[in-house]
Structure formats: structure tokens, C-alpha cells
T-cell receptor
């Protein structure tokens, strides 16, 4: 079965420090990969996605992620955290069989320390 | 990205009543609609998938007679929670997409349902 694993349900970083949110997936063929952000009582906002092509994907708000097939990973990074980055982040995958059903990870709550 | 609206954004109802949630894709025609439920501090769980003009396909464990989905047009889908109970209190999110183009999946802002 396809799955998405986000390591760490809570991550705390200091303002200005590097943000690293980890995501690993299982898929028999290259999937589509996504990172979404959710602020309290709001829907999901797409940060970035990988479909094909360049494995380093740049998204909004200074975030980027790199698809590493050998590691089955799609970790999200941002060089310098800002207070406004505090939110819930979801990694998601559409498996390679393209049945269109997006599978979400359990989410990582990012806390920014002043 | 595409504009998706949900109405209402919040609803409080008494146990036993029914609640209808509307989802509209405002600037594209959604051939497929996904409905998700999100409990506090948890991830999104897919409830059902519907294609315009067809009956919805429900995920295992989701009662189709309790969660009625209508996808009558390419821009409107509704989810009706019938005979709501407190355990149905959740955040419901719709997600319209174009069939066969999976990376065009967009998400509505969500509806917070509280059943007293």
C-alpha cells in the first residue's frame, strides 16, 4: 500500500534558523509529491509540488523541497524561519498508478521560537 | 491557483438535524470532487470521491446514507450530513479537481461543523 510518513509530529525552530520537515513515501513508481500548509481553521494551501523534471522544487514563502528517489524522500526546507511560518504542514503523494487519490501524511506542527 | 469556496464556513447544529455544506469551484470545471474530513490535530481523511453526474464512491468505513454527496454540476458539489451526532463534529474540506490531471487538485477553505 502507498503511504506517506512525516517524521516528527512537532518541530520547533528558532526564528531565523533552518527549517527542515521530513517526508518519506512509499510508491512502486515515481509519484506526484506535494507539500501543503494549513493555518488554524483554514483549508490547505499548496506550498510546492513535484511532478516531473527538476528534482529541486521551489515553492512559495521561500520553501523548497528535493525529490530524492534513492531515499524515497521529499523533505521540505527553508533557510530562515519566520514567525509567520508557524502552522501545520502536510506532505502528500499521488501514487504512480495515478488513480488521482491524494494520500496525506499525518502532518507536522511547526513552532517558531522567538 | 483556482478559487474554491465552501459555505458555510462554520455551522453549529443540534443532534439529529441535517446539515448541508456547499462547495463551489469558481473558476474551473471540476469533473471530480473529493470530500475530506479532518478531526482535531489529525490529517485529512478521504471520505468519498464523486464525478459529475455519477454516484459518489465512498471510502471504507464512511456511511453513504449518512453523508450524502451530490455533484450535479461541474462547479457545485454538496455534502449533507444527515441526522448529525456529536461524533460527526469535524472540519470538512472539499477538493475539486480535473479528472485525469491529478496535480490540479485544489482545496476549499473548509467547514467547521459542531454538533451539540
Amino acid at each position: 500500500a502507498q503511504s506517506v510518513t512525516q517524521l516528527g509530529s512537532h518541530v520547533s525552530v528558532s526564528e531565523g534558523a533552518l527549517v527542515l520537515l521530513r517526508c518519506n513515501y512509499s510508491s512502486s513508481v515515481p509519484p506526484y509529491l506535494f507539500w501543503y500548509v494549513q493555518y488554524p481553521n483554514q483549508g490547505l494551501q499548496l506550498l510546492l509540488k513535484y511532478t516531473t523534471g527538476a528534482t529541486l522544487v521551489k515553492g512559495i514563502n521561500g520553501f523548497e523541497a528535493e525529490f530524492k528517489k534513492s531515499e524515497t524522500s521529499f523533505h521540505l526546507t527553508k533557510p530562515s524561519a519566520h514567525m509567520s511560518d508557524a502552522a501545520e504542514y502536510f506532505c502528500a503523494v499521488i501514487p504512480g498508478n495515478r488513480d488521482d487519490k491524494i494520500i496525506f501524511g499525518k502532518g507536522t506542527r511547526l513552532h517558531i521560537l522567538p | 491557483g483556482a478559487v474554491v469556496s465552501q459555505h458555510p464556513s462554520r455551522v453549529i447544529c443540534k443532534s439529529g438535524t441535517s446539515v448541508k455544506i456547499e462547495c463551489r469551484s469558481l473558476d474551473f470545471q471540476a469533473t471530480t470532487m473529493f470530500w475530506y474530513r479532518q478531526f482535531p490535530k489529525q490529517s485529512l481523511m478521504l471520505m468519498a470521491t464523486s464525478n459529475e453526474g455519477s454516484k459518489a464512491t465512498y471510502e471504507q468505513g464512511v456511511e453513504k446514507d449518512k453523508f450524502l454527496i451530490n455533484h450535479a454540476s461541474l462547479t457545485l458539489s454538496t455534502l449533507t450530513v444527515t441526522s448529525a451526532h456529536p461524533e460527526d463534529s469535524s472540519f470538512y474540506i472539499c477538493s475539486p479537481t480535473l479528472a485525469g490531471v491529478p496535480d490540479t487538485q485544489y482545496f476549499g477553505p473548509g467547514t467547521r461543523l459542531t454538533v451539540l
